[in-house]
């Protein structure tokens, strides 16, 4: 199973990035799907998730910031992230599981590659 992600870069603080991650089209029916990130020295975070029925959840610190969203035509997972801060530098990743789903404690089975996220002052 291939995740695949895109839309990383460099952007100033204050500046706006999406990110896209590609998967199967039943990834979109039936599992629970969402992006984490890594910065250097730090542990792995959950930053959003979605389930299959179009829940959402985020971290605290990116609330009114970022927007997960999916289209399932074209069986693409999206993350909108407008006014962004240095602190959200990182590697970021998308994931599924179609088990538990995606939520805060656990590993997804399915992950993409990763993309770099840097966000300069």
């Known amino acids: 199973v291939q995740l695949v992600e895109s839309g990383g870069g460099s952007v100033q603080a204050g500046g706006s990035l999406a990110l896209s991650c590609t998967a199967p089209?039943?990834?979109?029916?039936?599992?629970?799907m969402g992006w984490f990130r890594q910065a250097p020295g730090k542990e792995r975070e959950l930053v959003s998730s979605?389930?299959?029925?179009?829940?959402?959840s985020y971290l605290d610190s990116v609330k009114g910031r970022f927007t997960i969203s999916r289209d399932d035509a074209e069986n693409t997972l999206r993350l909108r992230m407008n006014n962004l801060k240095t602190e959200d530098t990182g590697v970021y990743y998308c994931?599924?599981?179609?088990?538990?789903?995606?939520?805060?404690?656990?590993?997804?089975?399915?992950w993409g590659q990763g993309t770099q996220v840097t966000v300069s002052s």
């Open positions: 089209s039943h990834f979109f029916v039936s599992c629970g």
């Open positions: 994931a599924a599981d179609c088990v538990v789903g995606v939520r805060v404690g656990m590993t997804p089975r399915y």
């Open positions: 979605i389930s299959p029925d179009g829940t959402t």
